[in-house]
T-cell receptor, first 115, second 114 residues
Framework: AQTVTQSQPEMSVQEAETVTLSCTYDTSESDYYLFWYKQPPSRQMILVIRQEAYKQQNATENRFSVNFQKAAKSFSLKISDSQLGDAAMYFCAYRIPFGNEKLTFGTGTRLTIIP | NAGVTQTPKFRVLKTGQSMTLLCAQDMNHEYMYWYRQDPGMGLRLIHYSVGEGTTAKGEVPDGYNVSRLKKQNFLLGLESAAPSQTSVYFC?????????????FGEGSRLTVL
């Protein structure tokens, strides 16, 4: 079974600084998707960024970028120029591309932004 | 642009009572899911559906039942609520296999069982 591990329950960063959230996963598949979801205090989960395993180039969405290391099964999220609105729980998730498309989530990292 | 809507948003039950959570999506998605979120445990899949009239068990299905009679609706039922089912429940939907896998979530339903 696939597992997703987030070893940092909590992280904090000064506003305008850069922070990296860690995620590792375990799978025997060669093709899959990886995601970072954000859950602000409003509770609704929002997709931040996704990475297809067959792509070597790291995904980037504005201030958010990933460091995808397929051999190491690592998928970290870097947030640059942190803003107060980035404060949230961040969940790493994994999915195989075919079949029933179930997402497997990590346990989350709570990010605090220090003004 | 409603997306995924869950009702009710909050509910308090006594042990042994029953209730149904309703999830409705207006994006014509084939796949729908029910997750529960507990502190320190992330989101765990309860049941899911790959199309109208189909349901399947997820990671933690015991104590729950589901139905998908209409494509846009996915109901989660608790026949005899237990304190262990106190949680925040999230419904989500997604496109079929040709999609990129993004799940669209509702705002969650907080259930407390006394």
């Amino acid at each position: 079974a696939q597992t997703v591990t987030q070893s940092q329950p909590e992280m904090s960063v000064q506003e305008a600084e850069t922070v990296t959230l860690s995620c590792t996963y375990d799978t025997s598949e060669s093709d899959y998707y990886l995601f970072w979801y954000k859950q602000p205090p409003s509770r609704q989960m929002i997709l931040v960024i996704r990475q297809e395993a067959y792509k070597q180039q790291n995904a980037t969405e504005n201030r958010f970028s990933v460091n995808f290391q397929k051999a190491a099964k690592s998928f970290s999220l870097k947030i640059s120029d942190s803003q107060l609105g980035d404060a949230a729980m961040y969940f790493c998730a994994y999915r195989i591309p075919f079949g029933n498309e179930k997402l497997t989530f990590g346990t989350g990292t709570r990010l605090t932004i220090i003004p | 642009n409603a997306g995924v809507t869950q009702t009710p948003k909050f509910r308090v039950l006594k042990t042994g009572q029953s209730m149904t959570l309703l999830c409705a999506q207006d994006m014509n998605h084939e796949y729908m899911y029910w997750y529960r979120q507990d502190p320190g445990m992330g989101l765990r899949l309860i049941h899911y559906s790959v199309g109208e009239g189909t349901t399947a068990k997820g990671e933690v299905p015991d104590g729950y039942n589901v139905s998908r009679l209409k494509k846009q609706n996915f109901l989660l039922g608790l026949e005899s609520a237990a304190p262990s089912q106190t949680s925040v429940y999230f419904c989500a939907s997604s496109y079929s296999q040709l999609g990129t896998g993004e799940l669209f979530f509702g705002e969650g339903s907080r259930l407390t069982v006394l």
